[in-house]
């Protein structure tokens, strides 16, 4: 069913390949019978290593649910995905715990760092929960390259959003991650500010070899990709390559003119917002 | 109306957290309600009992105040009877005998009485319907060598019909064999009862078929007790005491109030602490809830609800907590009561649930209790409740404001340590006691106050030096948990605070008490030099077998002295006169136990009749020195007038307060039937031959076990083991302490993992373990409780220390610090944070961290 199946250049076993996370018939289901919800309807997608990807789609139509899932931190229903060479769809909470802390990092939309530590010490943090000692240069490189030279020492609550967000980034670069996933990781800034950060994980595509998927609904942040890939009612619908903000704002016209004129595939997102504290 | 609606929505959906304040509330109003129940079916049972045991009218002796204890039984003469038949009302006279200085001992002269402090009674059987016994099998003890035996003391100690029995009275000991078992028709108030024929029960008991104890009296029908009561008075004149029956259950019931008391005190002081740490949960809960809702508080704001009506809605959720709490506390009261009633049965005084008295104030005061408490514990969070602007609901809430210890707060609690800390100072260097105590008593209660106030400021420098020392191990994780025990140190600060109240108190009285054991074997060692010490545990006098015992063994015996409390009215040359005891001892005493002189000579005092030492303390207040005289009354003697011939010291344990005389002074003016029997006696042995002495008494006193001989380092066992009882009470209000200081700690974990939901998402998306996660949780909860165990032992030695350098005066000399049990109190503390960290700990780790990250 799914219409465009996004292959990698090259596969293969073993060594390092070209492909840094992949999806073979994922399928991703809420609730049973008559209540039974599809947020991904067998997904096949391939990351290339080293490069930024955008997943882009209108409301509900499962990206959020893509991206947990191949960050390992929600289950799938049905299929296999793999980080690099490990699958993760069998791996029990520990070992995908550890996969997340010593593979992937994270950038959030918001509340991506906690109040009570410094930058700095947010910075380090997957490495302090993990015992291993940051890699000095690298980290004053990284600190560096997203500009908080300055703030290691504040608290988020001294900081901007859009600062914060630079030590999200910068948290994320800092352990060397196999892949990085953004959630909305501009939804939350200003458009200079969301530049700013845009600009950082190309910089960290481009010069330090970093794979980045990155989840947004924003043409213009979606740009700054290598790749976008459009998602609708579950599946992979389309997919742009080198994509430019006006050729991405046209692809997503095209869904609310049609494929989603129909509800009832809420987001993964709303579904968990649904419930208040 | 909505904000009504929206405080019973609240209510309801935070019904998990009200649990743990309902809980408190629960507790405090259990125990108050635990004791009316109790005491009121005590007084209601014993009212009973006495009631339908007393006879219409009883004539016995006239009650001398204070009479010596010479061990017998004050009697009137058994013509009585014949004469109380004659009297105009009377239906039926009987002969009440009854003795409670005996001991009954089985052929393994193992004592059968209660070892719950109730008297081993020997008494007459009572032909009459009063009697509270009926013969459950077997039949009536005849004529000297038989008696019947209660049958809970049978069933307790295995005695069955046809053992014998050894039983020692004043007037000699003498053997029965037991013919039947008797059981009581209702409550049975915890003694033995010993049960012989009337002549056995007069010779055995009284010495004299010719005496009795008492003459009761059945008043004819349409004669009321007090006609009757004038009946006899007018025959007999005023010779006698006279009392009709509700007048001997009255004296009866005050007889036993004084142990019920104890009860009563001992567990209102557990209602006192429950209440107390019951309310900063309480605060603490509201605290949080409020903080927790500022979003929904701010938009009830913004849509117009007035300050007054957000203060309101949180009170309504208070008096509702209140009123659950409450009502469950009444029913867990009631619980309690029972509970206690069975424990009493065990103890041997069994009463009957069908006897349970609640009365209706009792409900009544544990509503009000509760719910009084309650809402004025939640005042304050919800005066800060109607302060939340509407801005408030517009703000993004991500984790709530973290409180700051104000300047002023910590301004004003430095004042009142301050002043608290000075007036422990001023106890120690007080000389007057009176004023001392005061002293003491004021600086405890605003070093407590003080550091509750102080307490944040505490947290955030106590929580670091606490991280610094241990939490660093932990890396990421003990960081972490240690920055969130600081982000509120106002809720850090009172969630311990709860914790250390508990552990003030017991440590404040664990130091006075090892004091004293330290304090008291240390005069032991410095000034008794007698080797053997002979006394009875129960406080008993010595009955004279067992003098004659003990001077059995005088062969291996240097000497032996005499101890006997004497009582007189002692009036002081200024006209001040005051009731009270002589310690009457033999010239060896001097050698037995060295008292420390401050004027005059002991050894004249214990030579010489008719002189008297006094303590220092009564010398200076009455003015009095050496060679002046005091007028002292014997009671059932002469007045003599003593001089003083030595003025002792008063810091001494042993003798503190003492005012000796001469053996012989005491024989000089108590005629021989009225001189009280021994309290205590000392001996020592000949040189060398201690080992054979204590044999020897030991094999003497074998047939008394109510009586025991100790040599010092016996005693001083025996001395400790009276201060650990002591301090079981203690423990068990530090057990409730902790339990509601652990429900305190879960509350304050449950509502931080609640609030931290998103941070512990982010934490676990970005990599931490659940087992990290976990141990995050329990190192937080660790710390807290470390630093309310920290804050408790210190103020609770502040407070042990102060008191025993104010006691110092009064003997208790020796400051002995108990490390070892401060030590196990730190630990446990650590281990009460691990516990209570264990729900909130797994909840946090089983957060589905999508979930954690989607909230908002």
Redesign the interface.
Known sequence: MTTVVATAQTEGSGGHTAVAARTRQVTKAYGSGETRVVALDNVDVDIARGRFTAIMGPSGSGKSTLM?CL?G??SVTEGRIWIGESEITKLN??KL??L???K???I?QA???????SAA?NIT??M????RKPDREWLDRVVETVGLGGRLKHRPNQLSGGQQQRVAVA?ALAARPEIIFGDEPTGNLDSRAGAEILGFLRRSVDELGQTIVMVTHDPVAASYADRVLFLADGRIVDEMHNPTAEAVLERMLRFTASETAQPGHPS??Q???G??? | MTVLKTSLRNFFAHKGRMILSGIAVLLSVAFVCGTLVFTDTMDHTFDKLFNDSAADVTISAKEIDDAQDNGKVATVPVTLLEKAKRIEGVKAAYLDVSSDKITVVDSDNDNIGPTSGAPTVGVNWQESDRNPLELSSGRLAKGPGEAVLDKDTADKKDVEIGDTLKVIAIPGTFEVKVTGIASFTATNPGATLVIFDTPTAQAKLLGSTKETVEVDLDAAAGVSNDELKKNVLAALGSDYDVKTQSETADDAADDLGSFFDFMKYAMLAFALVSVIVGIFLIVNTFSMLVTQRTREIGLLRAVGASRKQVNRSVLVEAVLLGVVGSLLGIASGIGLAVGLMKLMGKAGMHLSTSDLTIKVSTPLIGLVLGVVVTVLAAYLPARRAGKVSPMAALRDAGTPADGKSGKVRAALGLLITGVGGAGLVLATTEDDGGVAGQYLGLGILLTLIGFIVIGPLLASVVVRVLGFLGLRVFGAVGRMAERNALRNPRRTGATAAALMIGLALVSGLAVVSSSMVASATDELDKSVGADFIVGSDMGQPLAPQVTQAVVAAKGKLDHITNFRSVNAKVTTPGGKDEKGTLEATDPTYMQDVRTKAVAGDLATVYNTVNTVSVPEGFAEDNELKVGDKLTVAFVEGKTATLRIAAITADDTMLSHGARFISTATMERNLPEDKRPLAEIMLASAKDGQEDQAYTVLKQNLEEYPQVKVRDQADYKKVLEDQVGQLLNLVYGLLGLAIVVAILGVVNTLALSVVERTREIGLIRAIGMSRLQTRRMIRLESVVISLFGAILGLGLGLAWGIAAQKLMELGGLKVLEIPWATIAYVFVGSAVVGLLAAVIPAYRAGRMNVLNAIATD
Do not use: C, M, Q
Not at chain 1, 111 to 117: G, H, R, V
Not at chain 1, 128 to 131: C, K, L, Q, T
């Open positions: 947990h960050a931190l929600d909470d520990r715990t550890r997340r802390r010593d992937i990092g994270f959030f509340f991506n760092l906690l109040p009570t530590l010490e943090l997957p302090d929960i993990a015992g948290r993964t997102s579904f968990g917002s419930r208040t504290a």
